[in-house]
Each structure stands twice: as structure tokens, then as C-alpha cells.
């Protein structure tokens, strides 16, 4: 089982451009979700998809679109980068229980400049 | 509101001393408690959980730690480190819904010879 993959390792945009974020598990998890990484701030969540076929923002997800495009899959839009979304960003999924743990990403390194 | 603050952004051992990383919640339930492991340019890796089965929690690479509900705390403890525990290391708290984990701000980990 490769757990939870993302693509690209990294990207480097420009300011404007547009980007999705791929990420997928084959843990048959309900529960999938974008954080981004950002020094001395933690791991803070963007959006999140209980199950297939529902998304809910997370605290930070102005600038950003999700689709959970199927049980596996849960992809993150940037429309139009920006240099403060700057940052790592990693995606997890969990089987959905309450004390479940999340099984997380190697992450995406992204630039805006 | 659920929330978790760690105490100390870094700290610095000896190989073979004491680790010890603190972690304090507020949680309007009964909280789920993580700690995670970063190491560098990698994703989380789950150290432990409590759930509340036991108040001393076993996890991986001879981590433990203790959930204290009278002080709000879940410390993560290592009797003897060792130069590969150098890493960040977050602790984490389902939040009231269910839905994700609310996490710390981290603490980097120097361990030196």
C-alpha cells in the first residue's frame, strides 16, 4: 500500500497563476483533508471531506477550492496564487471515527513569487 | 473551543538525557489527544494517541505519555534520547465535532552527542 500520495513534490508559481494539487490514498478512508505548513504556526486545515461527496472549510480557506472527486481522491485549487500562500502543504485521510488518526502526505512544497 | 499549546518552540538535549515535551488542551469534551512526529522534509507520522483506554500512553521509538485531565496536560516523555529523534513534534486534539484535528504549534527537538 503506497498510503497517502501528492502530487507535485514541488511547484513554483507565479503570482496569478492557477494550480491543483492532487493527493490520494488507498486506505479506503471516508475522511480526507488539505493543511497547509507554515513556520511557527502549526499545521492549519483548509478544507476537509467527512465523506464522498461532501466538502466543509477548514480555518484558513480563502484562496482555495477542494473537489473530492471519489473515495480516493481530493484534489486543492489555488484560481489565482498568491505570494502568502506560500507554504507546505500536506494532505491526510483517516477512516473517520472520532478517535481515528490521521495518515498523512509527503507534502507539496509550493513557491509564489 | 477545542486548542493546543505547546510550551517551548525548541528544545535541546544530550544524547542519553531526558525528553521531555510539553503539552497542554482545552477541550469542552472529553478530548482525543495525538502526538506527531515530522522529520525533515517528511510528513506527520503518528507517535501515539490517547483515547481515553489508559491514562499512560505506549507509543513507537520508546515514547510515552501521560494524560493528565486535573492539569490539562498531555507531556510527552523518553527516558534516553538519541541523535534520531531530532524532529518536530506536535501535539494534536480532535475538535468538538469530530471532523479534524486541531494542532499545536510544534516543537523542534536538537538532540546533541
Known amino acids: 500500500n503506497a498510503g497517502v500520495t501528492q502530487t507535485p513534490k514541488f511547484q513554483v508559481l507565479k503570482t496569478g497563476q492557477s494550480m491543483t494539487l492532487q493527493c490520494a490514498q488507498d486506505?479506503?478512508?471516508?475522511?480526507m483533508y488539505w493543511y497547509r505548513q507554515d513556520p511557527g504556526m502549526g499545521l492549519r486545515l483548509i478544507y476537509y471531506?467527512?465523506?464522498?461527496?461532501?466538502?466543509d472549510k477548514g480555518e484558513v480557506p480563502n484562496g482555495y477550492n477542494v473537489s473530492r472527486l471519489n473515495k480516493r481522491e481530493f484534489s486543492l485549487r489555488l484560481e489565482s496564487a498568491a505570494p502568502s500562500q506560500t507554504s507546505v502543504y500536506f494532505c491526510?485521510?483517516?477512516?473517520?471515527?472520532?478517535?481515528?488518526?490521521?495518515?498523512f502526505g509527503p507534502g507539496t512544497r509550493l513557491t509564489v513569487l | 473551543a477545542q486548542s493546543v499549546t505547546q510550551l517551548g518552540s525548541h528544545v535541546s538535549v544530550s544524547e542519553g538525557a531526558l525528553v521531555l515535551l510539553r503539552c497542554n488542551y482545552s477541550?469542552?469534551?472529553?478530548?482525543?489527544l495525538f502526538w506527531y512526529v515530522q522529520y525533515p522534509n517528511q510528513g506527520l507520522q503518528l507517535l501515539l494517541k490517547?483515547?481515553?483506554?489508559?491514562?499512560l500512553v505506549k507509543g513507537i521509538n520508546g515514547f510515552e505519555a501521560e494524560f493528565k485531565k486535573s492539569e490539562t496536560s498531555f507531556h510527552l516523555t523518553k527516558p534516553s534520547a538519541h541523535m534520531s529523534d531530532a524532529a518536530e513534534y506536535f501535539c494534536?486534539?480532535?475538535?468538538?465535532?469530530?471532523?479534524?484535528?486541531?494542532f499545536g504549534k510544534g516543537t523542534t527537538l536538537s538532540v546533541s552527542s
Open positions: 491526510a485521510s483517516s477512516d473517520g471515527t472520532s478517535h481515528s488518526e490521521q495518515f
Open positions: 486506505m479506503n478512508h471516508n475522511s
Open positions: 471531506s467527512a465523506s464522498e461527496g461532501t466538502t
Open positions: 477541550s469542552s469534551v472529553p478530548p482525543y
Open positions: 490517547y483515547t481515553s483506554a489508559a491514562t
Open positions: 494534536a486534539v480532535r475538535n468538538q465535532a469530530g471532523t479534524a484535528l486541531i
